[in-house]
């Protein structure tokens, strides 16, 4: 364990491990013994195939599980639930279907007690920063996919968070659509800069993203495979040579898994 | 590989709901036993394009022929390989991939023959007895490729079978359905949004513009397989691709 | 990105529009005019030819005795009045049991102690069929409004409180986990997400009770009144009397459809992201 | 990767609570009519009602009939109703659900049909059939064919549109991807129908009892009331509640088995 840790230090994992229980008696083991850095305004990928515990360990961050052996910190405080200081995009948009777009992304606010004008303003601002002006007031199922999850990332940014936290946010996007939001990520994330950790099962999404790469192991439980830290000038090129040479290394360490 | 037979012959397809009009004029030829990939803009009418063209919904101008004769599901064979998995999950692997050539009316013998070699190729033959909901995804994507190749169809149309699954395992899948078309000699329309996997996997690519969508420009690829995507020539092949499309 | 939304909407504007006889003969409107002459014809000539002895009155006896009786008072009040009589009733018993069963059963499926004392009681009288109560409720309270009252309540309460329970209980727990990580407590978790996500399933539920009600309502007033909708049809068993009985049944059928029309039409008003959603 | 045995208990408390409250009630319900809260004309405390069954198993008095043939003419008249609407309403529900021209035709009739309660009908079947056993198992049918229709309707409705798309691309016929697509979908629908027209096969049931019979459960909770004897009453109820249980639980025994069988 480090003494002094860096001043810029913002998320700290230590050995953490997680058993899902089956059917009320079968222990699953998820991920196991994990220890992970994230710095301040880092954008970190975690990186793994379907069933790796990647999800798991970011809901542990952001407190909605509790790891069985281990911790996690931020900002050296120990975390003990969720809160709004990380903020959380769901993989499957997890909209409120009976609010607007409006509603939606000034929902953090609403809860912690923020005026009405004031949360219109911030909520306003964020709506406009994932280019969703002119939809405020349509609900959830008006919008395609890619517009769903900006709604998601919008909430989760209104909120102003510490950390964002983004469960593979896209993945139920198209390849273009998908190039598009990764582009739209970088964009917001230049403009408001955050401490991100991102899951994904994408590597082109991970390599266009990413400062820093977490491979995890292919198979429960998780583990951390590997690391690799992308120092690649932004904006990034999906077909650029150094990105493609890259995947190629990666890949080639995972297995293939039918 | 691909003899200079016409196989399939489109000419001024158009497709219009009231006022809007999704298809426009579109034209072009596929030879017989040639991989062409279709790529265009999200939002390009792609299922549309490919409803019209397999009949599942009729033109309103314009002709599609399978060798000089208009195509019909009942007299052609045609298969389509959807992106969202498409088993009947009552029925065995097995089952499933005789299906096709069950409604075309293949004799038994020769339809158990076929299914055989076709899952021998594919590696199927290890989960025949097991139903679709007991194997994986990708496995379940490759059922469905098996039964479109089986009923060995004049022509066989496949909308992104492989949109949704990592680098490794869709090249391994894409070498697979490149086998599979180099023995049995079909001739493949492949529908993508991933140009990448086009410039992997076709012969030819059909670029298709916004709506109304045409055929905006052809490109041959001309490479020798197995490809490699860090080879300077694919790699410009992809650039000229994502230019013509680009809207990220 | 907006041009993806028409693509999808697109594909079910294409209706195919009818350009042969054949075509033109099996329009779904021409069926449904074809069936509806048929099944009047059929029922008039069944009855003109006594198929039934004289046990089935022909549709326009029917018609000419629903005008009579609004015209005429029978057995102390017009058409009118019967309706209302029977109408009055249902409000009341649906009204009382939705007021008490929708909450109850959105506080069993929150608080799990609630649960494990009412869920038990309620399982023993589930099964129960509503019109088994018909006796004892005569028993209890007399043949006054109270006893039909009642029956209607026991049989509405059921659909309305399991519909409530089910509804909480069948919403995504991840969309909780979006309230916690924004930061809400445990109240904002039930007012945010609970109540609005359950309010569909609480419709459904109405909607059910509805229908039970009805049928309760006739059984009660089948068993003892002196006025309602199922006193006419008692009244037309008694004296023998089809077009009455055929009457009464129309009516109940039509206050049983404009009933639930109007539970839906309300819903509509109080979802207006679930409209749209089937719209689509 | 190996699994673990894993125990988990839930709250002593919440596990007692059920028994606590069910027997709270039965106390509460006998010590209200034995303590002369309740009168006895009113209600019959369950020590009695338990007594009455037992003596009702070989006593036909005062109703006429012993519980085992009241139950079986119910059962009776419920498996007949509930077997024809099935048999009637399934195979009507898919091929509404299918072809257009059955659609058209069916329903109209139907939505016309619907919205009448079925005990509506008792009045007419009286006239018609008499009180004997046709006019309640019309009664029944007619009860039970309306989840059957609309279940089967709806889970031909709701099959999958890429399977039916994929069929058509092989050139399949309406009639092979009804059977072959349309039927195999429909079926958890349709076994999910089993369960609610058996719901509603014994409610219609006692209703159809209670004005046209001379045995029958439903008979005997009318008796009950005319003679008033609250003792009979709760005793035809409890009946009345336990056999609709027993065949529901039956139904659903049969209803995993067939899911089983076509899930796998």
């Not at chain 1, 994990?34 to 880092?42: A, F, G, P, R, T």
């Not at chain 2, 279709?38 to 599942?56: H, R």
């Not at chain 4, 079926?187 to 719901?199: E, R, T, V």
């Amino acid at each position: 364990m480090t003494a002094e840790p860096s001043p810029t230090l913002k998320i700290h994992c230590e050995d953490v491990s997680k058993t899902f229980i089956q059917k009320g008696h079968i222990g699953v083991p998820v991920i196991r013994d994990i220890s992970l850095d994230v710095e301040e305004n880092e954008f970190l990928v975690v990186l793994g195939p379907g069933q790796c515990g990647k999800s798991t360990l970011l809901r542990i961050i952001a407190g909605l599980e509790t790891p069985d052996t281990g911790y996690v910190t931020l900002d050296g405080q120990p975390i003990v639930g969720p809160g709004p200081d990380r903020g959380l995009v769901f993989q499957g948009y997890m909209l409120f279907a009976w609010e607007t777009v409006m509603g939606n992304v000034e929902m953090g606010l609403k809860l912690r007690g923020v005026p009405k004008h004031e949360r219109r303003e911030v909520a306003q601002h964020y709506i406009d920063l994932v280019g969703l002006t002119g939809f405020e007031k349509h609900y959830p199922h008006q919008l395609s996919g890619g517009m769903k999850q900006r709604v998601g990332i919008a909430r989760a940014y209104a909120n102003s968070p510490k950390v964002m936290l983004l469960d593979e946010p896209f993945g139920q996007l198209d390849a273009q659509t998908r190039m598009f939001m990764q582009k739209e990520t970088a964009r917001i994330w230049e403009h408001e800069k955050r401490t991100v950790v991102f899951v994904t099962n994408n590597i082109d999404e991970a390599l266009f993203l990413a400062d820093r790469i977490i491979l995890m192991e292919g198979k429960l439980p998780g583990r951390i495979k590997r690391e690799y830290v992308i120092g690649l000038p932004r904006p990034r090129d999906h077909a650029h040579k150094d990105i493609l040479e890259l995947r190629a290394m990666i890949t080639a360490q995972t297995e293939l898994v039918l | 590989m691909s003899s200079e037979h016409v196989k399939i012959r489109v000419t001024n397809l158009t497709k219009r709901f009231g006022d809007l009009t999704v298809l426009d004029s579109i034209a072009f030829e596929v030879k017989a036993g040639e991989l062409v990939a279709i790529v265009g803009p999200t939002g390009c009418g792609k299922t549309t394009f490919l409803n019209t063209l397999s009949k599942l919904m009729p033109a309103t101008e314009g002709s599609i022929l399978i060798d000089g004769e208009e195509a019909n599901p009942r007299r052609h064979n045609i298969s389509y390989v959807f992106q969202e998995p498409t088993c009947l999950p009552w029925r065995t692997v097995r089952e499933n991939v005789a299906y096709g050539m069950e409604i075309k009316g293949v004799p038994h013998a020769e339809r158990m023959e076929r299914t055989d070699r076709i899952m021998e190729i594919v590696g199927l033959s290890s989960c025949a007895h097991l139903y679709p909901n007991q194997v994986s995804a990708s496995m379940v994507q490759r059922i469905a490729v098996s039964r479109a190749f089986a009923v060995e169809p004049d022509l066989l149309l496949m909308d992104e079978p492989y949109g949704q699954l990592d680098v490794k395992l869709r090249y391994y899948l894409e070498d697979e359905l490149v086998t599979l078309w180099q023995k049995l000699q079909s001739t493949v329309l492949f529908v993508t949004h991933n140009i990448e996997e086009a410039v992997y996997v076709a012969e030819r690519i059909l670029v298709l513009s916004n709506k109304p969508t045409k055929v905006k420009a052809e490109i041959p690829v001309d490479l020798p397989r197995p490809r490699d995507f860090l080879e300077p020539r694919f790699m410009e092949i992809r650039q000229q691709v994502t230019e013509l499309i680009r809207w990220w | 990105m907006s041009s993806s939304i028409a693509n999808e909407t697109v594909g079910s504007a294409s209706v195919r529009e009818g350009r042969t006889l054949w075509e033109m003969l099996t329009n779904t409107y021409v069926l449904y005019f074809v069936s509806l002459a048929g099944f009047f014809l059929l029922w008039d000539r069944v009855a003109y030819l006594h198929v039934f002895g004289d046990s089935l009155a022909r549709p326009h006896v029917v018609a000419q005795k629903l005008y009579m009786l609004s015209q005429v008072k029978f057995a102390g009040t017009n058409l009118a009045g019967h309706i209302w009589v029977s109408t009055q009733r249902v409000l009341i018993g649906f009204g009382l049991a939705s007021v008490i069963a929708v909450p109850l059963g959105l506080f069993m499926s929150l608080n799990q102690y609630a649960n494990a004392i009412v869920k038990p009681i309620f399982d023993l009288f589930k099964p129960m069929p509503p019109i088994a109560w018909v006796s004892i409720s005569i028993l209890w309270f007399g043949i006054g409004e109270f006893s039909k009252v009642f029956i209607i309540a026991i049989g509405t309460f059921v659909p309305c409180l399991l519909n409530a329970y089910n509804g909480i209980r069948l919403i995504e727990p991840e969309l909780y986990d979006v309230v916690r990580v924004l930061g809400g407590s445990r109240k904002d978790e039930i007012i945010q997400v609970s109540f609005p996500a359950s309010f569909p399933a609480i419709f459904a539920g109405l909607q059910i009770s509805l229908s039970v009600a009805w049928t309760c309502l006739l059984a009660a007033e089948l068993m003892n009144a002196r006025d309602g909708m199922g006193f006419l049809i008692k009244r037309g068993m008694d004296t023998h009397d089809p077009a009455l009985v055929l009457g009464g049944m129309v009516l109940i059928a039509a206050m049983a459809w404009l009933s639930s029309l109007l539970i839906s039409l309300l819903e509509r008003k109080a979802c207006p992201w679930k409209r749209s959603i089937e719209n689509l | 990767m190996g699994y673990e045995e894993v125990r988990v208990d839930r709250p002593l408390l919440l596990r007692l609570l059920p028994f606590i409250s069910v027997g709270t009630f039965l106390l509460l319900w006998e010590w209200s009519v034995r303590s002369g809260m309740v009168p006895e004309v009113l209600l019959a405390p369950p020590s009695q009602v338990f007594s009455l069954f037992f003596e009702k198993l070989s006593e036909p008095n005062p109703d006429g009939a012993v519980l085992a043939v009241h139950a079986w003419t119910s059962l009776q008249e419920a498996f007949l109703g509930y077997g024809l609407s099935l048999l009637v309403g399934i195979p009507l529900g898919l091929a509404m659900g299918w072809f257009r021209i059955v659609e058209g035709i069916a329903r109209p009739i139907f939505e016309l049909i619907r919205p009448i309660p079925p005990i509506a009908w008792i009045p007419l079947t009286v006239f018609w059939f008499g009180i004997g056993l046709t006019g309640k198992v019309f009664i029944i049918w007619i009860a039970g064919i309306v989840p059957c229709v609309i279940n089967a309707y709806v889970g031909v409705r709701m099959t999958q549109p890429t399977l039916i798309q994929m069929a058509r691309t092989y050139g399949a016929t309406d009639w092979q991807i009804f059977c072959q697509l349309c039927v195999p979908s429909a079926l958890p629908m349709i076994f999910g129908a089993l369960q609610i027209a058996l719901a509603y096969c014994w409610t219609n049931l006692v209703g159809a009892e209670l004005l046209a019979a001379d045995t029958g459960l439903g008979y005997l909770i009318t008796m009950g009331g005319r003679l008033g004897r609250p003792d009979i009453v709760v005793l035809g109820m409890v009946c009345v509640g336990l056999s609709g249980a027993i065949l529901g639980f039956i139904i659903d025994i049969i209803e995993k088995r067939l899911l089983a069988g076509i899930r796998r």
